[in-house]
């Protein structure tokens, strides 16, 4: 490294538990993208430094690559840059030409990058639950509920008592032509004797 000049940029990427591998993110090289990075040169010509980390804790935004800003950078006043979602190849080539520019605090983030920047501290976005109801749609189908139960036309509350009346009712019919039935048969017999 040329103290002269400062540290050129630096990269981090993540490459352990779900980043850089086909499980999480298939249809990648991910050999030859970490390859890639580490071939990347800056404007004076220094080797980029490209460290690996086990996990940067976004797995949902694999591949994860932060890009530290150089000494001029920093003094410029460039923070890191975390991106997510780096597997296209024109994404890489985008991070190399931004850090031939000057990276961080020195060149402008090129617009292809702009929908991937995130934070450490970036959280996985909550699956959209299909609304099921509006507390204030529950209650009126509650309060609707309630009140059919309370009307015998509508058959809410007196259905119960309706329908035990018809059991009652064929019941007696049954005693009734079960008695019918007897008397016929004794009827019968008496005249047959």
Do not use: Y
Not at 6 to 26: N, S
Not at 43 to 62: D, E, M
Not at 162 to 178: L, R, Y
């Amino acid at each position: 490294m040329d103290t002269a000049q400062g540290r050129p940029c630096q990269l981090t990427v993540c490459r352990g538990c779900c980043c850089g591998t086909k499980k999480k993110v298939p249809g990648v090289d991910h050999k030859a993208q970490l390859a890639r990075l580490r071939a990347i040169d800056d404007h004076s010509g220094r080797s980029v430094p490209v460290r690996t980390s086990k996990c940067l804790g976004i797995c949902f935004q694999a591949n994860v690559v932060v890009v530290q800003p150089s000494s001029a950078g920093r003094a410029a006043g460039g923070r890191p840059v975390w991106l997510g979602e780096v597997t296209e190849d024109k994404l890489v080539e985008a991070v190399d030409d931004w850090i031939f520019e000057g990276g961080p605090g020195i060149a402008p983030l090129p617009a292809v990058l702009a929908d991937h920047v995130t934070s450490k501290d970036a959280k996985k976005p909550k699956k959209r639950k299909k609304p099921k109801h509006s507390k204030a749609a529950k209650k009126e189908r509650k309060k609707d509920r309630r009140e059919d139960a309370a009307r015998p036309d509508k058959g809410g509350g007196k259905k119960k008592d309706e329908k035990s009346e018809k059991k009652k009712a064929k019941k007696a019919k049954k005693a009734k032509k079960a008695k019918k039935d007897k008397k016929s048969k004794k009827g019968g017999k008496s005249g047959g004797d």
